[in-house]
């Protein structure tokens, strides 16, 4: 709001409030110099609400003061009583304030009455404030003058608070019932226009019974106390019609009310005390507007909260019908896949399967889903593992790859998901392969020792010739097929060594890691002193004892050593540094180099069957190494990873059972047939 648009405003409420208090003092009932009804107090409390953020509040303050101050010395008060006055109405108005941001602070012009707590917030500022008006006013003039009138003060507090109430009422529901007039209707024609005939006739009937109700019940029944009765109109109106038609119908009736009490007529003047006269017309004021304002707010709350409930049943049934469909669309996607799944609780009865998984759980899981079951249950993250399901009956079993999943219910609960794949046709097509591959393999060593036996022969021949053109030329040729001979004889025992690694029974005992590691540096120092290398640096920590097949874990430890002392830049020393640590049942060994390292993002791949880092660098081997490696481990119930040591070289960290741990191998699905 702009300085001068404040200034205007101010402006219109003074000159409303000079109407209402010159109104005011047009009902002096006597002598007393009591008036029956102070519009001026709803007048205010109006004024500086509409004006509590505007820029010139103190012209408010101001002009207030001023038409206070001459209206009342014009009706022959003196200054200091005038002063009193000023007094009594700026405190009166500040009090309202207070209370009105304190308890309801959206409760403004703008805003209008939405509810029962905004009337009862309305009602108790205005009693409060005008008790505060009171204790300035009637109290003032009683240092002043040495007399006090509790009637006076009597009539103070409830004219000003029927005032506060009702026309405070207005000013709150006035602007927004003219904004939402225009919104919805436009014009007085258009709303004529869009208002049933039967709800017209419905407003001009209360129009026609209050009046004529008015006019019984003040005009014409003189000395009869039957202006309860009247009480009717106002329920039915706050029943049926809108809050501002309300309001506007109290006011009103109040209006009317105190114009026939000061003519004479009604049962209010029948009271020859003007003080009582005036406090019981007040009073039926106030309960006119209390009980319409109550019917009316109290009725708007119900539809607000009907309508807000119809649209949470609504949005609640749409919600309930979709959270249907997806269940549904989801039993169906669960349903018809060929893999298994189920949901088992902690007390192993099976929550949720699909029909899949109801051919492998038709008893439950038992056997080897016991294990499984137990510990992610328990939070532990348990691998892949190929589980045997026998049948009754049948000659063969099921080969089945398990993983699983630990949830949670919003109760608390722990569940577990299993997720079954059958992959007896895959596994024992692989197991064929390799089966095949040993065979093969074994089978091609005749061949190759022969290859090499008469090729050394030849060799040696050649070479008691006559050094011809013809003679190098052949012990060339010789000297290719030779090491062509070679590398298929370490092609064949990469490929039994794996098959060893993958088929043979594992065996674990305890095992002195530190010894067995001494023996194995031991054989590769020796080697490198019989080929003319540099010698390797090997540093071993204190190992700890493991549960390990001996043979598998000297080949595991073996081709990790050996790969290391490979894999060096050929003008640098190897240098090794072995170390381990204990986890719990498992024990973490580390063998770390200073080699060239393993290239970016093939950390993972190099465990790969025949997959080689570095082919094009001149060293020889086969690719099966790491994935030897990698079977041996896996068989022992570990893991193996490779990482990049950050002084240089590569970190390979495999774990195995620590002696004594109660972890049994994990069979191939070789061994599960």
Request: glycine letters at 8%; aromatic letters at 6%; a neutral charge.
């Amino acid at each position: 709001m702009t300085y001068r648009g404040s200034l205007a405003r101010t402006g219109m409420f003074a000159v409303a409030f000079l109407v209402a208090v010159w109104a005011g003092r047009l009902t002096v009932m006597d002598q007393t110099n009591l008036s029956m009804v102070w519009p001026a107090a709803g007048v205010a409390v109006v004024w500086f609400c509409a004006q509590r953020e505007a820029p010139a509040r103190w012209a408010d303050v101001v002009a207030l003061a001023m038409i206070t101050l001459v209206v009342n010395m014009a009706t022959g008060a003196t200054p200091v009583m005038a002063m009193v006055f000023v007094s009594a109405n700026l405190v009166q108005v500040a009090v309202f304030l207070h209370l009105l941001a304190r308890w309801r602070p959206d409760l403004r012009p703008t805003s209008g009455l939405h509810s029962a707590r905004d009337l009862w917030a309305l009602l108790a500022a205005a009693a409060a404030s005008t008790v505060a008006g009171a204790a300035a006013g009637p109290t003032g003039m009683w240092l002043l003058t040495g007399r006090h009138s509790w009637a006076a003060t009597l009539v103070w507090l409830s004219r000003n608070t029927a005032a506060i109430l009702l026309i405070g009422a207005a000013g709150l529901c006035a602007v927004p019932a003219i904004r939402k007039f225009r919104e919805r209707y436009g014009s007085p024609l258009g709303w004529w226009r869009a208002t049933p005939r039967a709800r017209l006739v419905e407003y001009a009937a209360l129009a026609l019974c209050s009046s004529a109700a008015y006019l019984a019940g003040f005009a014409l029944t003189r000395g009869l106390p039957i202006a309860f009765a009247l009480i009717a109109v106002t329920v039915w109106a706050g029943i049926r019609f809108p809050t501002p038609l309300v309001v506007a119908h109290d006011l009103a009736a109040g209006v009317v009310s105190v114009l026939f009490t000061l003519n004479g007529y009604g049962p209010f003047a029948a009271i020859d005390n003007p003080a009582a006269r005036a406090c019981v017309a007040q009073l039926y004021v106030a309960m006119v507007a209390v009980i319409g304002l109550a019917l009316a707010l109290g009725r708007d709350e119900r539809h607000v909260l009907m309508t807000d409930l119809a649209a949470e049943k609504a949005e609640l049934a749409a919600e309930r019908e979709q959270a249907s469909q997806r269940a549904e669309l989801l039993r169906a996607i669960i349903d018809s896949t060929t893999d298994g799944l189920a949901v088992v609780g902690a007390d192993r009865r099976v929550v949720l399967s699909n029909p899949a998984a109801d051919g492998l759980l038709t008893d439950g899981p038992t056997g080897d889903f016991e294990e499984i079951f137990t510990r992610a249950l328990a939070g532990e993250e348990v691998p892949e593992t190929d589980v045997l399901i026998r049948r009754p009956g049948a000659s063969a079993g099921q080969i089945v790859c398990v993983r699983t999943a630990a949830v949670r219910d919003p109760d608390g609960a722990r569940r577990v998901v299993f997720l079954f794949h059958d992959v007896t046709s895959e596994r024992r097509h692989r197991d064929e392969l390799a089966g095949f591959a040993g065979v093969v393999a074994h089978d091609l060593l005749n061949p190759v020792t022969a290859v090499e036996g008469w090729t050394e022969t030849a060799a040696e021949a050649v070479e008691r010739l006559p050094r011809t053109p013809e003679a190098g030329l052949a012990l060339d040729a010789l000297g290719r097929v030779d090491r062509a001979a070679g590398r298929m004889r370490s092609l064949i025992g990469g490929l039994l060594a794996y098959t060893t690694a993958r088929d043979a029974t594992v065996a674990p005992v305890a095992v002195d890691l530190g010894q067995m590691v001494s023996e194995v540096t031991v054989a590769r120092l020796d080697a490198a002193i019989a080929a003319g290398l540099p010698a390797p640096r090997f540093t071993v920590a204190d190992l700890p004892p493991v549960q390990a097949d001996p043979v598998l874990l000297r080949q595991l430890l073996d081709n990790l050593i050996g790969n290391a002392i490979k894999y060096t830049a050929r003008d640098v020393t190897p240098a090794l540094t072995v170390t381990a640590t204990r986890a719990g049942d498992m024990v973490l060994v580390c063998v770390a180099d200073n080699g060239i390292g393993i290239p970016a993002g093939q950390h993972d791949e190099i465990f790969g069957n025949f997959h080689r880092a570095h082919s094009t660098l001149g060293y020889a081997g086969t690719g099966l190494g790491l994935g030897i490696c990698k079977r041996i481990v896996e068989r022992h119930g570990g893991t193996i990873t490779a990482t990049d040591n950050p002084g240089g070289g590569s970190r390979f960290e495999f774990s195995v059972p620590a002696a004594g741990a109660d972890r049994q191998p994990v069979p191939d699905s070789a061994q599960l047939r």
